[in-house]
């Protein structure tokens, strides 16, 4: 049981912008920790999306962007194309648990 | 270009034990944080431990400490699982990640290896 909750799912139309939330507590997000937020793409290794004060890796397009308040985080993605279809899962530190805990991943299914 | 390669995966009776390998190349080993990430069969990704760049720390999820070890040989950058009385619950793929920091709470994970299979069965 993880202790960062999201939606099971979440759908949209191409082109169109779908949020992701990921809600915690006063022990991981809502203590300051940074989020971080992961695509798994089916049957590959997940892959590090935004990471930090809304950083993005190299190469990962700006349809991704993130934000935070109190404690919970959500991803939007903008411009939904049909490779978003995926898995996506935030991350943070949890300083009850002194360990870093995965939200419950959420499934983007692009209609 | 980062480059992480599991190995060790396996099947493996209950209470038994196996030893996982991840051998990095890449990037200088010593200044990164190392983890091992685990995904049971059709569910979500679990925590399992993390050893600081310098070796000096370590942390485990409830559900492994003092059942796992992580450690690392800094002269052939590799990570290493040691997996002791197993469980049915401790089936699935184990990845390696390299710790985006040396050593923070506010560590993330990239990039991940391609992960290998541990089935925890009779």
């Known amino acids: 049981q993880s202790v960062l909750t999201q939606p099971p799912s979440v759908s949209g139309a191409p082109g169109q912008r779908v949020t992701i939330s990921c809600t915690g507590s006063?022990?991981?997000?809502?203590?300051?920790?940074?989020v971080h937020w992961y695509q798994q793409l089916p049957g590959t290794a997940p892959k590090l999306l935004i990471y930090?004060?809304?950083n993005r890796p190299s190469g990962v397009p700006d349809r991704f962007s993130d934000s935070k308040s109190g404690t919970s985080a959500s991803l939007a993605i903008t411009g939904l194309q049909a490779e978003d279809e995926a898995d996506y899962y935030c991350?943070?530190?949890?300083?009850?648990?002194?360990?870093?805990?995965f939200g419950t991943g959420t499934k983007v299914t692009v209609l | 270009e980062v480059q992480l390669l599991e190995s060790g995966g396996g099947l493996v009776q209950p209470g038994g034990s196996l030893r996982l390998s991840c051998a990095a190349s890449?990037?200088?080993?010593?200044?990164?944080?190392m983890s091992w990430v685990r995904q049971a069969p059709g569910q979500g990704l679990e925590w399992v431990s993390i050893?600081?760049?310098?070796?000096?720390?370590?942390d485990y999820a409830d559900s492994v400490k003092g059942r796992f070890t992580i450690s690392r040989d800094y002269s052939n950058n590799t990570l290493y699982l040691q997996m002791n009385s197993l469980r049915a619950e401790d089936t699935g793929v184990y990845y390696c990640?390299?710790?985006?920091?040396?050593?923070?709470?506010?560590?993330?994970?990239?990039?991940w290896g391609q992960g290998t299979l541990v089935t925890v069965s009779s």
């Open positions: 990640a390299k710790g985006c920091y040396s050593s923070s709470r506010n560590n993330c994970f990239d990039p």
């Open positions: 890449g990037f200088t080993f010593s200044s990164y944080a």
């Open positions: 050893m600081s760049g310098s070796g000096g720390s370590t």
């Open positions: 006063s022990s991981n997000i809502g203590a300051g920790y940074y």
């Open positions: 930090g004060n809304s």
């Open positions: 991350q943070s530190y949890d300083s009850s648990l002194s360990g870093y805990v």
